[in-house]
């Protein structure tokens, strides 16, 4: 890590520190079956604007501190040779839209993945008392609405498609057949609203099936 690290721009050991957190993330992410195989990508912004990012390829719940690379606010690494996350730009237009977010979490659950192939562009939660893990939600009676968006193997374009909806948005969005995007203003609340929503579309696909 150490060649990795530009001392002059952050505080000693912020990078040290997002990464171990990415790691304990990818971890945690992989106890609940989210990143299988090498699904799933992970970011924490750094205090000098850059984003520390998972590697694009290696299995997320496995990750050594190698696992983890530098890349500027546009996605570009920081070494030319390191190869980000295939979906980097879509974390950096999570930060580039919200000041606060401090990370992003990417998952590929079963539940994610089965409930935005069914159909329609939104999923909407009501009734739920977690829902109220969500940014401006004080009670389950409230309507959570997640927004749902054609997978596109092209990023840029995929980003086009999700950015007028960014502002709107309180838990996050799907990707159809692919899987969930959420973040928060630090690694904590990224993965506590991520466990709170996939709940919540785990509660979803046993209603359905329950019909
Ligand atoms: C086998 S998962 C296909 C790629 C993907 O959707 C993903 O989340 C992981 O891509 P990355 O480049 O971040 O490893
Ligand atoms: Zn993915």
């Given amino acids: 890590m150490d060649g990795m690290m530009d ?45 520390a990012i998972t590697r694009s390829g290696g299995h997320k719940g496995l990750l050594g501190p190698q696992g983890v690379i530098r890349v500027d606010a546009a996605g570009a690494p920081l070494l030319p040779a390191d190869r980000p996350s295939a979906e980097t730009l879509l974390h950096c237009q999570v930060y580039a839209h919200d000041p606060a977010a401090g990370a992003v979490l990417h998952g590929h659950s079963v539940a994610s993945t089965v409930l935005s192939m069914a159909g329609g562009n939104e999923l909407v939660l009501e009734g739920y008392e977690v829902q109220k893990v969500f940014a401006g939600q004080d009670t389950h009676a409230a309507r959570v609405s997640v927004p749902i968006f054609d997978n596109d193997q092209d990023i840029a374009r995929l980003c086009r498609v999700v950015a007028p909806h960014l502002d709107a948005m309180r838990a996050g969005y799907i990707i159809r057949g692919h899987g969930v995007y959420v973040w928060g203003a630090d690694m904590d609340v990224a993965l506590a609203r991520l466990e709170g929503l996939e709940f919540l579309l785990a509660c979803e696909l046993e209603r359905r099936r329950m019909r």
């Fill in 7 to 51: 001392k002059a721009a952050f505080p000693a050991g912020a990078y040290c520190d997002a990464v171990a957190r990415i790691i304990a993330a990818g971890q945690r992410m992989d106890r609940f079956g989210w990143v299988p195989a090498t699904a799933g990508n992970i970011s924490i912004r750094l205090p000098d604007g850059t984003l």
